[in-house]
């Protein structure tokens, strides 16, 4: 049979133009007015995508070799062919054979863009960027976008001078981008160019004098090159350009700790710790540092505790789980557990608060409010044996028993052979069955735990 040669040829090459759209609903349909093609050139091409479809690509394969020799000598209707018999073979890595059929369709078709996107997106999985380059160039005339592409392939490729060159043009284009900031400095790293990035960023500082991430990045590359007092005076600068800045005071209180000017290093804290502009990992990296000042100097202690204040979100926890592993470390025990309790009260999931907090809670003969903490606890980590013995401590102290023995009991399911605390859940168990007045398995649980303890 054969139809209409021009319908087919819409047809396939609808297929070059939407190759990632195609699969197996797409046989569906009348296939009468295909094109002047042979029935048994429909059947195996039809054939291939249904297998291509189900990934079976050697399968695929087979069918289209033969409808390859159903085209005859009809070459736009091969480059179809060769277009689906590159994208069977790149999926099964046979990459060589994929790049000798891409190329086919790009003869026969020129310089066709979606053949090019998978031809180098082939190109870059094999990290095989050379090849990549010069389709990126021809991609770029076609779509600009793919220029961010093509610097990424020169520095890849370490043509530094180029890739920088891309870069600038875009920025001048577009603005900057964090990718091609981030893609600028990756190459100075490379390049040890550390004076071609600070060159750079003085001269954007001249131009844009209100942007603050240029000058941030400028005084963390003269920091990095021990130059501290050249980086003093260009967050002096920014500040002095923008009195308003939140940002800069990430910068200068340490410059200000570094020269004994502490009531400067506090306000420029109290600013970064207030800002809603600073996430959150900054500010514990400047609260960690004025944790390690304080350490050394004993007398601003008093300090810490109203600065924890000051965070624009208080709902928190971590902040006062990180002052409350100071005081621990200082052995003030009191201290510590009333910031691990606030802390608590904000951060319910934190394992290691909450262990902590318990374990203070205990020490300090707190054991309502051990009993409570401890079972909301349990409700979020069911299966940590910790919790069931100290749950278990807690109704001791409250001369529950039968409460205290119940948890003691599932706990000890969920022990993984700790020893240790093993002895102390029978040790538990054992003044539970003595509160509760059970002498008899009182002396069962306390002769298990002897055991343990001296197994001789």
């Known amino acids: 049979m054969h139809v209409n040669h021009s319908c087919f040829l819409f047809f396939v090459f609808g297929i070059l133009c939407f190759p990632k759209q195609l699969d197996a609903q797409e046989l569906q349909g009348p296939?009468?007015?295909l094109g002047d093609v042979s029935s048994a050139f429909q059947e195996h091409f039809f054939e291939a995508l249904k297998q291509k479809g189900i990934e079976n690509y050697e399968l695929s394969l087979e069918a289209l070799k033969k409808a390859e020799k159903e085209a005859k000598e009809d070459q736009e209707i091969k480059a179809a062919?060769?277009?689906?018999?590159?994208?069977?073979?790149?999926?099964?890595?046979?990459?060589?054979?994929?790049?000798t059929n891409f190329n086919k369709v790009l003869q026969a078709r020129g310089d066709q863009l979606d053949v090019l996107e998978l031809l180098y997106e082939m190109y870059y999985q094999q990290k095989n960027y050379e090849a990549a380059i010069p389709l990126v160039i021809k991609l770029t005339e076609i779509d600009s976008d793919y220029k961010e592409d093509l610097a990424n392939l020169y520095s890849r490729t370490k043509q530094f001078d180029r890739a920088l060159q891309v870069i600038d043009e875009l920025d001048e284009l577009l603005g900057e981008s964090d990718y091609r900031d981030a893609l600028r400095a990756q190459i100075?790293?490379?390049?040890g160019n550390t004076f071609g990035q600070i060159e750079q960023l003085e001269e954007k500082i001249d131009a844009y004098p209100k942007n603050e991430k240029d000058y941030l990045k400028l005084i963390y590359l003269y920091s990095e090159e021990g130059d501290n007092q050249k980086s003093f005076i260009i967050a002096k600068k920014l500040l002095s350009n923008n009195p308003k800045s939140e940002?800069?005071?990430?910068?200068?209180?340490?410059?200000?700790?570094?020269?004994?000017?502490?009531?400067?290093?506090?306000?420029?804290?109290?600013?970064?710790?207030a800002s809603q502009k600073i996430d959150r990992t900054s500010k514990y990296k400047v609260l960690g540092d004025f944790i390690q000042f304080v350490d050394e100097n004993a007398s601003y202690q008093s300090e810490l505790a109203s600065l924890v204040n000051l965070f624009a979100d208080k709902n928190d926890g971590q902040v006062y789980e990180k002052l409350g592993d100071y005081y621990l470390l200082k052995g003030q025990k009191k201290e510590a557990l009333l910031l691990f309790e606030k802390g608590t009260s904000l951060d319910e999931d934190n394992y290691g608060l909450l262990k902590n907090t318990l374990l203070l809670q205990i020490e300090f003969k707190k054991y309502e409010a051990a009993l409570h903490l401890s079972n909301s606890a349990l409700e979020i980590f069911p299966a940590q044996a910790l919790l069931y013995l100290l749950n278990g401590v807690a109704n001791n102290g409250l001369q529950?028993?039968?409460?205290?023995?119940?948890?003691?009991?599932?706990?000890v399911d969920y022990l993984l052979d700790d020893k240790k605390m093993e002895y102390d859940f029978y040790d538990q168990l054992a003044i539970a069955y003595q509160l509760k007045g059970d002498t008899q398995n009182a002396n069962l649980f306390s002769k298990k735990a002897l055991d343990l303890k001296d197994p001789n």
Not at 81 to 99: D, G, I, Q, S
Not at 247 to 273: N, P, Q, R
Not at 400 to 411: H, N, P, T
């Open 400 to 411: 529950k028993s039968d409460m205290a023995i119940e948890a003691l009991e599932m706990g």
């Open 81 to 99: 062919v060769h277009f689906e018999m590159a994208k069977n073979l790149a999926k099964l890595k046979r990459y060589e054979e994929a790049e």
């Open 31 to 33: 296939t009468d007015d």
């Open 247 to 273: 940002l800069v005071h990430l910068a200068l209180y340490k410059f200000y700790l570094a020269d004994g000017l502490t009531e400067e290093a506090f306000t420029s804290m109290k600013i970064v710790f």
């Open 188 to 191: 100075y790293r490379q390049t």
